[in-house]
């Protein structure tokens, strides 16, 4: 079977708004492509004393709003159309979080589990030699992403600030707090998705206190979610699933012994008290909040007829197909988008661009309350859209953020 190439999901999805925003011919054109790629070879010597040549690539989709940011992938299966089609969605996504912003994305082929991390520095910081020209604190901005992590960052905020030859820690975001990482980095995805959730909630007339919550997949995404969603909301998190299977309690579970249990065995799966229950029974279960995170494509137009919770709230990239938002949206549940539901990541990232500039540096109760602020602002703006539209959640999360890339190029005599 022929993979699916997401570049061409991507520009299939720009399609479909610019149909809806009857967008002239011209702006179109300039938005299906990326404004720019960096292709770039990295012979790096290896522990044995041999040479290897790894692909790298940047790409910088759209940078009208401002300098264009996104995380950069180390995975052994990357591609230039994979990379293109993630640089677009970060455009869509700091547009739609109203960032100054613009959107990129960058990625190496390499399978970082096989190599040691003397391997994995020289390859960072060979990455950054080949492309310092084209990035920097107000040029494009640089973030973990698969299989990268805060140490990544940290070698190569270091190699660029070596070339530029003074301290540059806002060249790149997702550092080590000692380094000029943020605060409230490490739950912002999740935290920043639950206040879309609040909001929702809300508009669906539904008790956070009393609701019922399941989660698909425990990482950083689903746990923080799940351990939130108490706190925050005092909701009920019923079922629990990772790669190896799912728990149900209707009684409810406790999100950090969860936690504990899965880090001495390896999986939820067996936790005391609970039944067994397969990831396809989690998303079909009678709760009011259903929360994919932590693959994509897992509701299709075979279970979204069976999903009866209230509310999906996306903070797994791409868990719904198309047909299957079509279904929910006939069937009246409220969908939080993806790239509004995960934004939290990126918004904190921006946060901690703006520290660096600063020099100076929030605790993290300010960082929430900024997060809070931006999140539910994007919520309503999606909704207000949805309702004027009579569209998706989906669609109307591109019709807002495609707008406002529109607009700045029009301001700036692009178009
Ligand atoms: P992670 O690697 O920390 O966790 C992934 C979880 O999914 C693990 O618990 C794993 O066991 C589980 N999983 C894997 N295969 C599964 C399957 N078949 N059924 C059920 N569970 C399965 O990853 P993460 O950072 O939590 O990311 C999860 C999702 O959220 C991804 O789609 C990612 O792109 C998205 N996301 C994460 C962030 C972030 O800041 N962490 C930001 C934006 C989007």
């Not at 925050?232 to 936690?259: H, M, N, R, T, Y």
């Amino acid at each position: 079977m022929e993979k699916l190439n997401l570049f061409s999901v991507a520009q299939k999805q720009l399609d479909q708004c610019a149909k809806i925003l009857n967008l002239d011919s011209n702006t179109h054109e300039i938005l299906r492509v990326p404004m720019r790629e960096i292709h770039v070879s990295l012979p790096v010597r290896m522990d044995d004393g041999s040479i290897k040549v790894f692909r790298g690539f940047r790409v910088q989709y759209n940078d009208a709003r401002g300098p264009t940011k996104g995380g950069i992938r180390f995975h052994p299966e990357e591609t230039i159309d994979t990379v293109r089609a993630l640089a677009a969605w970060m455009t869509w996504k700091c547009a739609l979080l109203d960032l100054p912003l613009g959107g990129a994305k960058g990625g190496v082929i390499c399978n970082p589990k096989q190599m040691s991390q003397g391997e994995l520095e020289r390859l960072s910081r060979l990455y950054i030699d080949r492309i310092w020209q084209f990035i920097g604190p107000e040029k494009d901005i640089p973030a973990p992403d698969v299989y990268t992590n805060p140490q990544t960052m940290a070698w190569m905020m270091d190699e660029y600030s070596k070339i530029v030859g003074k301290n540059q820690f806002g060249v790149i975001t997702g550092k080590p707090l000692g380094i000029g990482g943020s605060a409230g980095r490490d739950d912002a995805t999740a935290r920043g998705g639950l206040y879309t959730v609040r909001e929702a909630a809300k508009e669906c007339g539904i008790d956070l206190r009393k609701a019922t919550v399941a989660i698909q997949g425990y990482g950083n995404a689903g746990y923080n979610a799940a351990s939130l969603c108490k706190t925050l909301f005092g909701s009920e998190i019923v079922a629990i699933s990772d790669s190896k299977g799912g728990i149900f309690s209707k009684k409810g579970l406790d999100p950090e012994a969860v936690l504990e249990h899965k880090a001495k065995t390896g999986s939820v799966i067996n936790f005391p008290d609970t039944r067994p229950i397969s990831n396809e029974a989690l998303l079909e279960l009678d709760v009011d909040i259903l929360i994919p995170a932590a693959l994509e494509n897992v509701i299709t137009d075979l279970n979204a007829p069976k999903i009866k919770a209230k509310i999906v709230a996306e903070l797994a990239n791409g868990p719904t197909t198309p047909e299957a938002d079509d279904i929910l949206y006939k069937n009246g549940v409220h969908v939080i988008p993806d790239f509004l539901c995960n934004a939290g990541g990126v918004t904190v990232s921006y946060f901690e661009m703006v520290q660096n500039f600063y020099m100076y540096y929030w605790e993290e109760k300010e960082v929430h309350e900024r997060l809070d602020k931006k999140m539910t602002i994007a919520y309503h703006s999606v909704l207000d859209a949805s309702k004027e539209y009579s569209i998706n959640m989906r669609q109307a999360a591109y019709v807002v953020a495609v707008k406002r890339v529109v607009e700045a190029m029009k301001l700036r005599g692009w178009v």
